[in-house]
Nanobody, 118 residues
Framework: QVQLVESGGGLVQPGGSLRLSCAAS????????MGWYRQAPGMQRELVAT???????GYADSVKGRFTISRDNAKNTVDLQMNSLKPEDTAVYYC????????????WGQGTQVTVSS
């Protein structure tokens, strides 16, 4: 059973930075495509960034150029460096595997709250 533990969230001013980290277990991490997702209050969960097993990355248009996803296969971790944060980035952030049917995933971690506010 996959287990995901996200950390690193907090309160930051607009223009600031945060680095999120996710520890994954219960999967063959080195072979898994991974993703970071977020859910704002009253909104559906959305995909923010993905990274393949080989390190190829993809980003939502709303975060492109500001966020960077990375992974450490030796530690089974996936990170999200977030720069130039905006109030609209406020959400609970989650990591999980990434497949085309990610919306049907039943198992999610507790997430980590990111609040961007002055």
């Amino acid at each position: 059973q996959v287990q995901l533990v996200e950390s690193g969230g907090g309160l930051v001013q607009p223009g600031g930075s945060l680095r999120l980290s996710c520890a994954a277990s219960g999967i063959i991490f080195s072979r898994a495509w991974m993703g970071w997702y977020r859910q704002a209050p009253g909104m559906q969960r959305e995909l923010v960034a993905t990274i393949t097993e080989h390190g190829n990355t993809g980003y939502a248009d709303s975060v492109k150029g500001r966020f960077t996803i990375s992974r450490d296969n030796a530690k089974n971790t996936v990170d999200l460096q977030m720069n130039s944060l905006k109030p609209e980035d406020t959400a609970v952030y989650y990591c999980n595997q990434y497949t085309f049917n990610w919306r049907s995933f039943a198992s999610w971690g507790q997430g980590t709250q990111v609040t961007v506010s002055s």
